[in-house]
């Protein structure tokens, strides 16, 4: 199974790329037209076919390819912010309803797992959160006392399942882990089952139409009466991205010399924190290591930061051997919740899930359960908490601010950075580089045979730099999060168009 990086993560080990049925491109028109094929479209496709809804899911590459093929598969009824935030900014009513929609995503994925009869290594385990040192005690205690105001089960602890030294605990019952791929490739074949469309390498690109919608994709227009974006950020220039800062985060799974796997979800209150747990693939077990979070295009040595985790892994286990390292990207939303439901500065049939910030499993199914609701009935108990529109200037404001001042100053800097053409021959193989020719900014990379290619580095978003990623082999734009190939192809969006090729010849080159 292909995924938008370089590095492969577990999830791909035997997994093939999903085959649709049909391989025609529909004429008929559709209820609900779904971009993006990861577990949040896919989730929502099968609900609303079950509740009597035509639909068609359009995926720019193949199902998974993105973050759901990148992720650590951690089942969560608490998230990264935490209850005690979520009250401070939405009421205390808000943080309970945050709790309820957990519960009932995660009640969900287990209904799921059970009525298709999935094989995807679910688990139900224990989650602890530990603190070190006087200022992490301090901000446990308060998560703790927020998670109580919320209603989650929680407790204080004296143990927890990593050899990691702490100074108090807390342990969240009731939370779980599974295979992601295998649960969502399942999910794909009941939603065809119930007469669902699936489109793969269909990128959607634009959209018009009232009651109506004319959704135009790269292999051809669908027709429907509603558009949902499920493409982890929306497509184009929307109000969201600037409501929503991309971030990498890095994992690995090794493999431990001593087999002492931890028995439970664990994390640690770092920013960017640290988590753990284990899990068996293929018959194989594995513990699962996470952090080392960062703004994306924001380090061009990334794979500094799989050293750097590596490094802190053993100091506290024994690894024999590093079986995969990978990294994906998430979206952080300015106030802390999700935004999930209808798309700013669009009609009232056009919906979008976006802004999950780590939390991407479970608010995938929260997404897909009010949705459902908004779609198929007009009202969600959850519309108002995650109304994509809503403006919260006392929880959102400051870091509304920082997250696009950040933007313009990468935009401006790396607009003006000038470096020799002779960096072309410096550049060693695997290498990528933004250079300056003639006052024109080019992207370069040299593969490990030594061919060069040559992007035209002004993302087809709005136009701010790219960055190389040395470890996924990408360009990464750092304004909002689009994502390309060495080749210059769309991996992730919100980009619609392709970086400009560059032929080395118009260059001097042979």
């Not at 998430?330 to 209808?342: N, R």
């Not at 108990?381 to 509304?400: I, S, T």
Request: proline content about 4%; hydrophobic content about 35%; some cysteine.
């Amino acid at each position: 199974m292909k995924r938008d990086g370089a590095t492969p993560s577990p999830w791909q080990e035997g997994i093939e790329d999903y085959t649709p049925r049909e391989s025609g491109f529909p004429a008929k028109t559709f209820d609900v037209i779904i971009a993006g094929g990861g577990i949040t479209g896919v989730t929502t496709a099968l609900l609303l076919q079950q509740m009597g809804l035509s639909c068609v899911i359009a995926e720019a590459q193949g199902l998974c390819f993105g973050t759901t093929g990148g992720t650590t598969a951690h089942l969560n009824t608490f998230f990264d912010t935490t209850y005690d935030q979520v009250a401070s900014d939405f009421g205390e009513s808000g943080a309970q309803l945050l709790h309820t929609a957990a519960r009932e995503a995660l009640d969900l994925i287990k209904s799921n797992i059970a009525h298709y009869k999935i094989d995807c290594q679910f688990e139900e385990k224990d989650g602890y959160v530990y603190a070190q040192g006087a200022k992490q005690t301090d901000k446990l205690d308060k998560l703790f006392q927020g998670s109580v105001t919320a209603e989650a089960e929680i407790a204080y602890t004296k143990s927890i399942p990593v050899p990691v030294p702490f100074d108090k605990a807390v342990v969240y019952h009731g939370q779980a882990q599974f295979h992601p791929t295998r649960y969502v490739m399942a999910l794909a074949k009941a939603f065809e089952d119930a007469g669902g469309v699936i489109l793969q390498q269909c990128r959607v690109e634009s959209h018009a139409g009232t009651d109506t919608l004319e959704v135009v994709t790269t292999k051809g227009t669908l027709r429907g009466r509603y558009l949902v974006f499920a493409t982890h950020i929306p497509q184009g220039v929307n109000l969201l991205h600037f409501r929503c800062a991309p971030y990498r985060s890095y994992a690995m799974a090794v493999t431990l010399a001593d087999d002492a796997y931890p028995d439970g979800l664990a994390y640690d209150l770092y920013e960017p924190y640290h988590y753990y747990r284990t899990q068996e693939v293929n018959g194989r077990k594995y513990l699962i290591a996470g952090g080392e979070d960062h703004k994306t295009a924001h380090v061009t040595n990334t794979e500094q930061c799989f050293t750097q985790l590596d490094s802190y892994l053993r100091k506290y286990f024994n690894v024999a051997h590093i079986d995969y390292k990978w990294s994906s990207q998430f979206f952080e939303p300015t106030d802390g919740l999700a935004y999930i439901g209808q798309l700013p500065g669009n009609g009232e049939n056009v919906f979008v899930a976006t802004g999950f910030s780590g939390n991407g499993m479970t608010y995938s199914h929260i997404a897909a359960i009010t949705l459902t609701g908004l779609i198929a009935k007009g009202v969600s108990p959850y519309e108002d908490l995650f109304r994509p529109g809503r403006v919260k200037p006392v929880a959102g404001f400051a870091a509304f601010v920082k997250e696009n001042a950040d933007v313009v100053k990468e935009f401006v800097g790396k607009r003006l950075k000038k470096e020799k053409l002779t960096e072309l021959a410096e550049l060693a193989p695997g290498e990528g580089r933004v250079v300056s020719y003639e006052g024109e900014s080019v992207g370069l990379y040299k593969d490990e045979s030594g061919k060069i290619y040559a992007v035209n580095p002004v993302c087809t978003h709005v136009k701010c730099l790219v960055d190389w990623n040395n470890s996924e082999k990408t360009w990464d734009c750092p304004c909002h999060g689009a994502r390309y190939s060495i080749t210059g192809e769309v991996l992730t969006g919100p980009a619609r168009h392709d970086l400009d090729v560059i032929h080395l010849d118009e260059l001097g080159e042979d």
